[in-house]
């Protein structure tokens, strides 16, 4: 009973929201369309993207102009949800939101590695930190390079946890780098979650983030072992000592499998044996079908629980990435089928 | 008492005379401008093209002047000729900026550097104190022949997280010192497995520090040796930070100069964004203050190349003016209150005046007292002369206004026996209460009245005649409420109720017919056809709620003023419970109890009678006749905004 009320006006915002993402009929016309101005003509005309792309001429629109949208599009959304919650629930969201300011950071380290980075693209990508009071916005998209745009960013958890692996003779800094934010990002959601929300929720929400933790560890062992041929030292000094359904000497035994059969041989005993079934399509893509169904389930069956807000946000996620995915196929000239194989939950999604 | 009069200018001039102009006589001018391809109907209009060449060095410069604290300052004519005006190779100025931000990033490395040192050679020496006593060359410690050690640091968290793992491989760890999620450790392990260990390390962001190539010699010699070095360490940071401040002493002057520049310069690329130009001519348009005009259209006048024409903003249709408060000194402070509701549009009375009067004289009311009024005063008058805090004027009037009362009232700081009260003491003779809330209401009443009146000056104003007529807060609502007070009034001053049939007809039957038909009336007095609405129906069923509703409004709103009273007596009440406690304590608790019971008093009750006079005067005062739409008045003006 003190859920409903509590998850009320959240759950019905959400609810509501869920009823706008695209279905099913929206992706069997989108992967029609011949190139991405039709994409952007068709989303600014049928769907609930019109409010976005209201100002966007669809006839003169780059990728990644769309792509920086449809981002700015899911931090609205966030900003949304903030307005229906309070107290915990909000620092909920907020700690959710880290994963967008986490993907904004490593897109700029990247940039900065690149040696594209500059004035106009920095603050672009800064605004998905404008959160953070202690940030000075314009003076950090005033730098030049790695080492002023971290000392720009000290103050905030980022700081501390990217420090020890900035100094330039690093060969591998940037590859330190995004491991390091990723580690921080799921140690904070395994050490809040039970802290900021009741049992139930916690419950839930650590369910999905401890998968995450499963997953992360799978995915590393899997491409640093395979492709990489990684000392197998240096991928335990990697892993995240978060087990859920896979156990550490399951992992360890993972860590001395000869070869991706083996690999797969050891995983199949475990509850991820999934994502090596069928041949034609990836790990990745696989564990993002199976996560987005575990969500949609959720949001079915608790809908006055943190699941409201989490799936919800998860599953707009997987529409911007099927969104980009289809352009991506429309750009690379792909067949109709071979494109719907990478628009995730489209086979469990009603029409 | 008003609001300032505007002169609406446009402004005509040779396209290569802009910059110059833009300089001398719009900026910091008293001029707010207005798109002048949104108000000038001219064919071959163009707007200016953005000049953005400037934004990068100017945010670049506001950074760097966290570093100078220079200040915007204001040119004469001549002054600008000589520092904005004079021709200067732009990339002067970036060069000079990026040499600045090269040695403050320099400076920051170094100290970086020095202090980093230093804490290396503090945790060596901490490595060193445990085999301080061993009389053993350090270097061969070092260089073994199967062995490999490493000292260095690393992030706590990361060094906890895989400590199990750290257990399996074949290496010992041995943690030397922690600060700030810092972990200070040294580790041995075989020589051929050391590439491997070493890069586990590192991927938990080990630094590594090499303590051969600082120390040499026995420990104790080493740590006497450290400790030296550390000293001379710390002397060239004070040395460093003395150059660098040597040096931004140094630069300050031309910074100042460049600065000054850019921001003058970047402005008049801002006012370029409102203006519009044809061939050779730009145009400028905008709002200048009445009292500014005279001097400003003086100095044009001399200009044979600038032409100006003005009007007044009566004939102006397509922009409304922005809104500038004039009013004498003691309505000043309250410009504020008036501002935080919405400012006065043009065609408005503004309410300042009344608002002070009205505001000041309930504060009293409400809380009157001689001692902490006092107090309040002070404070307030500190606040505004050493703050300027628009704030602190209102209080060092509402404390004065609470001083009087508190005459009035016979109160010093809550106490009644210090001083006779002129006129009644709140809670003291036999119907003091009630006199007081009566008083109150009668003050209310009064109140409502003079808003009914400002709403019936404001809608002549607007030639709404219509709404002055037959408005609730027209003259059919000041013939009812004010017919209805002025019987009442008189029939308490009687003895006897006055009422005869043409006061039933004046105050009563004309002002209701007045309000319930007010729509088809004023459809008759504003020529608008059709009189009647189509859906008669509806029509009188909403009317009789309106009315309905008027009605209970008047009522309501007059009763609400009755907190007026209450709240004197609240006060009285207040003060009363703390000098029974001090009467229940002797001495030094007395006197204690009375400061805090004071300080309370003056804190919460202040606050809230604050609170609840705003709350009288926003809605039931404001409501009938205050719009506040107007427009903030935004001269352009060279500051850091």
Same mark, same amino acid.
């Given at each position: 009973m003190l859920s409903t009320i509590k998850y009320g006006a959240l759950s019905g915002k959400t609810r509501a929201m869920f009823g706008r993402l695209l279905k099913r009929e929206h992706y069997e016309e989108l992967v029609h369309k011949k190139s991405v101005n039709e994409v952007v003509s068709f989303l600014k005309n049928n769907t609930h993207y019109r409010i976005i792309l209201s100002e966007v001429d669809e006839n003169n629109i780059h990728r990644g102009q769309l792509e920086n949208l449809l981002k700015h599009d899911l931090v609205k959304d966030y900003e949304k949800l903030l307005r229906f919650t309070h107290g915990d629930i909000n620092k909920f969201i907020d700690l959710l939101y880290v994963k967008i300011e986490i993907e904004s950071l490593k897109l700029i380290f990247r940039v900065f590695e690149a040696g594209h980075a500059d004035e106009a693209f920095l603050e672009d990508s800064l605004l998905f930190l404008s959160n953070h009071d202690k940030l000075n916005i314009p003076k950090l998209a005033l730098s030049r390079n790695i080492e002023e745009f971290l000392q720009g960013l000290k103050g905030t958890d980022y700081y501390d946890v990217l420090k020890p692996f900035s100094s330039e003779d690093n060969k591998r800094r940037l590859f330190s780098m995004e491991m390091a934010l990723d580690l921080y990002y799921l140690r904070t959601e395994d050490s809040l979650f039970k802290k900021m929300l009741s049992p139930k929720d916690a419950a839930i929400a650590l369910d999905f983030a401890h998968i995450e933790c499963d997953i992360f560890n799978i995915f590393w062992v899997y491409r640093s072992k395979i492709f990489y041929k990684v000392d197998a030292e240096v991928i335990k000094s990697y892993i995240l000592p978060i087990f859920h359904k896979i156990k550490r000497s399951t992992l360890e035994e993972l860590i001395n499998a000869k070869d991706s059969e083996e690999f797969a041989a050891i995983l199949?005993?475990?509850?991820?044996?999934?994502?090596?079934?069928?041949?034609?399509?990836s790990m990745e893509h696989r564990y993002s079908e199976f996560i987005y169904r575990l969500h949609k389930k959720k949001f079915r069956q608790d809908p006055f629980s943190v699941s409201c807000v989490l799936s919800f946000l998860r599953m707009k996620e997987v529409e911007l990435a099927n969104i980009i995915s289809i352009i991506e196929g429309i750009r690379y000239k792909l067949p109709e089928e071979s494109i719907k194989k990478y628009i995730i939950g489209l086979n469990s999604m009603n029409s | 008492m008003a609001i300032e009069q505007m002169k609406y200018v446009s402004i005509l001039g040779p396209v290569e005379l802009f910059q110059e102009f833009v300089l001398k006589h719009i900026i910091n001018s008293n001029v707010q401008l207005e798109p002048a391809h949104k108000t000038l109907n001219m064919p071959g209009l163009i707007p200016f093209d953005d000049d953005t060449s400037l934004d990068n060095l100017k945010k670049r410069m506001r950074i760097l002047n966290e570093k100078f604290h220079v200040d915007v300052k204001r040119y004469d004519e001549q002054a600008l000729e000589r520092e904005v005006l004079s021709p200067m190779e732009p990339h002067v100025i970036e060069s000079y900026i990026t040499e600045l931000e090269e040695r403050i990033i320099e400076h920051r490395k170094r100290i970086e550097h020095l202090k980093a040192d230093i804490q290396e050679r503090e945790k060596i020496i901490s490595q060193l104190m445990p085999i301080a006593g061993l009389k053993v060359d350090i270097d061969e410690m070092f260089h073994f022949a199967f062995m490999k050690f490493r000292f260095g640091y690393l992030p706590r968290e990361n060094f906890m997280k895989q400590k199990e793992y750290l257990v399996d491989m074949d290496v010992v760890t041995v943690p030397v010192a922690e600060e700030n999620e810092t972990l200070w450790l040294a580790y041995f392990m075989p020589d051929s497995v050391s590439p491997v260990i070493d890069n586990v390390f590192s991927a938990l962001g080990f630094t590594r520090v090499r303590i051969s190539d600082k120390v040499k010699g026995t420990p104790e010699s080493s740590i006497e040796a450290l400790k030296g070095e550390i000293q001379v360490l710390q002397s060239r940071i004070d040395e460093e930070e003395k150059a660098f401040s040597r040096y931004l002493e140094e630069k300050k002057s031309n910074f100042d100069k460049y600065y000054q520049r850019v921001l003058y310069l970047s402005k008049v690329h801002e006012v370029k964004k409102f203006s519009s130009h044809t061939q050779g001519t730009f145009f400028l348009v905008g709002w200048i203050p009445l009292k500014d005009y005279k001097t400003f259209a003086a100095k044009l006048e001399t200009m044979r190349e600038i032409m100006l024409s003005s009007e007044d903003p009566d004939c102006v249709a397509k922009v409304t003016p922005p809104t500038v408060m004039k009013n004498k000194s003691i309505f000043k402070p309250f410009e504020s209150l008036v501002t935080m509701y919405g400012l006065p549009s043009p065609t408005e009375m503004d309410p300042t005046p009344l608002l002070t009067l009205t505001y000041i004289l309930m504060f009293g009311f409400m809380f009157g007292d001689v001692g902490q009024g006092a107090i309040i005063a002070l404070i307030g008058l500190y606040l505004y002369k050493a703050r300027k805090s628009a704030l602190g004027g209102v209080m060092f009037y509402v404390g004065i206004s609470s001083t009087i009362f508190g005459f009035v009232y016979g109160s010093v700081f809550g106490s009644e026996e210090i001083i006779q009260p002129i006129w009644i003491s709140p809670l003291h003779g036999k119907d003091t209460i009630n006199t007081l809330l009566y008083l109150a209401v009668g003050y209310g009443v009064l109140v409502n009245l003079v808003a009914i009146i400002a709403n019936m000056i404001n809608n002549t104003r607007m030639r709404r005649w219509g709404k002055l007529l037959f408005d609730k807060n027209g003259l059919a609502g000041l013939l009812f409420y004010g017919g209805l007070a002025l019987v009442a009034g008189l029939s308490l001053l009687k003895g006897e109720l006055l009422f005869s049939g043409l006061v039933l007809v004046v105050v009563i039957i004309l002002p209701t017919l007045m309000i319930f038909f007010k729509e088809p009336l004023e459809h008759l007095v504003m020529k608008? !056809?059709?009189?009647?609405?189509?859906e008669k129906g509806i029509f009188i069923v909403e009317s009789f709620f309106e009315l309905f509703e008027t009605l209970l409004s008047f009522f309501s709103g007059t009763v609400s003023f009755a907190r007026v009273g209450a709240f004197a007596l609240n006060h009285a009440g207040l003060s009363l419970a703390v000098w029974t406690l001090y009467h229940m304590m002797e001495g030094i608790g007395g006197l204690f109890i009375v400061i805090i019971g004071n300080a309370i008093t003056i804190g919460l009750e202040g606050l809230i009678v604050g609170i609840q006079c705003m709350r009288l005067e926003y809605y039931e005062i404001f409501g !009938?006749?205050?719009?506040?739409?107007g427009r903030e008045f935004k001269p352009v003006r060279v500051t850091e905004d």
């Amino acid at each position: 009973m003190l859920s409903t009320i509590k998850y009320g006006a959240l759950s019905g915002k959400t609810r509501a929201m869920f009823g706008r993402l695209l279905k099913r009929e929206h992706y069997e016309e989108l992967v029609h369309k011949k190139s991405v101005n039709e994409v952007v003509s068709f989303l600014k005309n049928n769907t609930h993207y019109r409010i976005i792309l209201s100002e966007v001429d669809e006839n003169n629109i780059h990728r990644g102009q769309l792509e920086n949208l449809l981002k700015h599009d899911l931090v609205k959304d966030y900003e949304k949800l903030l307005r229906f919650t309070h107290g915990d629930i909000n620092k909920f969201i907020d700690l959710l939101y880290v994963k967008i300011e986490i993907e904004s950071l490593k897109l700029i380290f990247r940039v900065f590695e690149a040696g594209h980075a500059d004035e106009a693209f920095l603050e672009d990508s800064l605004l998905f930190l404008s959160n953070h009071d202690k940030l000075n916005i314009p003076k950090l998209a005033l730098s030049r390079n790695i080492e002023e745009f971290l000392q720009g960013l000290k103050g905030t958890d980022y700081y501390d946890v990217l420090k020890p692996f900035s100094s330039e003779d690093n060969k591998r800094r940037l590859f330190s780098m995004e491991m390091a934010l990723d580690l921080y990002y799921l140690r904070t959601e395994d050490s809040l979650f039970k802290k900021m929300l009741s049992p139930k929720d916690a419950a839930i929400a650590l369910d999905f983030a401890h998968i995450e933790c499963d997953i992360f560890n799978i995915f590393w062992v899997y491409r640093s072992k395979i492709f990489y041929k990684v000392d197998a030292e240096v991928i335990k000094s990697y892993i995240l000592p978060i087990f859920h359904k896979i156990k550490r000497s399951t992992l360890e035994e993972l860590i001395n499998a000869k070869d991706s059969e083996e690999f797969a041989a050891i995983l199949s005993r475990t509850p991820y044996r999934f994502l090596f079934d069928g041949q034609d399509i990836s790990m990745e893509h696989r564990y993002s079908e199976f996560i987005y169904r575990l969500h949609k389930k959720k949001f079915r069956q608790d809908p006055f629980s943190v699941s409201c807000v989490l799936s919800f946000l998860r599953m707009k996620e997987v529409e911007l990435a099927n969104i980009i995915s289809i352009i991506e196929g429309i750009r690379y000239k792909l067949p109709e089928e071979s494109i719907k194989k990478y628009i995730i939950g489209l086979n469990s999604m009603n029409s | 008492m008003a609001i300032e009069q505007m002169k609406y200018v446009s402004i005509l001039g040779p396209v290569e005379l802009f910059q110059e102009f833009v300089l001398k006589h719009i900026i910091n001018s008293n001029v707010q401008l207005e798109p002048a391809h949104k108000t000038l109907n001219m064919p071959g209009l163009i707007p200016f093209d953005d000049d953005t060449s400037l934004d990068n060095l100017k945010k670049r410069m506001r950074i760097l002047n966290e570093k100078f604290h220079v200040d915007v300052k204001r040119y004469d004519e001549q002054a600008l000729e000589r520092e904005v005006l004079s021709p200067m190779e732009p990339h002067v100025i970036e060069s000079y900026i990026t040499e600045l931000e090269e040695r403050i990033i320099e400076h920051r490395k170094r100290i970086e550097h020095l202090k980093a040192d230093i804490q290396e050679r503090e945790k060596i020496i901490s490595q060193l104190m445990p085999i301080a006593g061993l009389k053993v060359d350090i270097d061969e410690m070092f260089h073994f022949a199967f062995m490999k050690f490493r000292f260095g640091y690393l992030p706590r968290e990361n060094f906890m997280k895989q400590k199990e793992y750290l257990v399996d491989m074949d290496v010992v760890t041995v943690p030397v010192a922690e600060e700030n999620e810092t972990l200070w450790l040294a580790y041995f392990m075989p020589d051929s497995v050391s590439p491997v260990i070493d890069n586990v390390f590192s991927a938990l962001g080990f630094t590594r520090v090499r303590i051969s190539d600082k120390v040499k010699g026995t420990p104790e010699s080493s740590i006497e040796a450290l400790k030296g070095e550390i000293q001379v360490l710390q002397s060239r940071i004070d040395e460093e930070e003395k150059a660098f401040s040597r040096y931004l002493e140094e630069k300050k002057s031309n910074f100042d100069k460049y600065y000054q520049r850019v921001l003058y310069l970047s402005k008049v690329h801002e006012v370029k964004k409102f203006s519009s130009h044809t061939q050779g001519t730009f145009f400028l348009v905008g709002w200048i203050p009445l009292k500014d005009y005279k001097t400003f259209a003086a100095k044009l006048e001399t200009m044979r190349e600038i032409m100006l024409s003005s009007e007044d903003p009566d004939c102006v249709a397509k922009v409304t003016p922005p809104t500038v408060m004039k009013n004498k000194s003691i309505f000043k402070p309250f410009e504020s209150l008036v501002t935080m509701y919405g400012l006065p549009s043009p065609t408005e009375m503004d309410p300042t005046p009344l608002l002070t009067l009205t505001y000041i004289l309930m504060f009293g009311f409400m809380f009157g007292d001689v001692g902490q009024g006092a107090i309040i005063a002070l404070i307030g008058l500190y606040l505004y002369k050493a703050r300027k805090s628009a704030l602190g004027g209102v209080m060092f009037y509402v404390g004065i206004s609470s001083t009087i009362f508190g005459f009035v009232y016979g109160s010093v700081f809550g106490s009644e026996e210090i001083i006779q009260p002129i006129w009644i003491s709140p809670l003291h003779g036999k119907d003091t209460i009630n006199t007081l809330l009566y008083l109150a209401v009668g003050y209310g009443v009064l109140v409502n009245l003079v808003a009914i009146i400002a709403n019936m000056i404001n809608n002549t104003r607007m030639r709404r005649w219509g709404k002055l007529l037959f408005d609730k807060n027209g003259l059919a609502g000041l013939l009812f409420y004010g017919g209805l007070a002025l019987v009442a009034g008189l029939s308490l001053l009687k003895g006897e109720l006055l009422f005869s049939g043409l006061v039933l007809v004046v105050v009563i039957i004309l002002p209701t017919l007045m309000i319930f038909f007010k729509e088809p009336l004023e459809h008759l007095v504003m020529k608008k !056809r059709p009189i009647f609405p189509n859906e008669k129906g509806i029509f009188i069923v909403e009317s009789f709620f309106e009315l309905f509703e008027t009605l209970l409004s008047f009522f309501s709103g007059t009763v609400s003023f009755a907190r007026v009273g209450a709240f004197a007596l609240n006060h009285a009440g207040l003060s009363l419970a703390v000098w029974t406690l001090y009467h229940m304590m002797e001495g030094i608790g007395g006197l204690f109890i009375v400061i805090i019971g004071n300080a309370i008093t003056i804190g919460l009750e202040g606050l809230i009678v604050g609170i609840q006079c705003m709350r009288l005067e926003y809605y039931e005062i404001f409501g !009938r006749f205050y719009i506040g739409e107007g427009r903030e008045f935004k001269p352009v003006r060279v500051t850091e905004d």
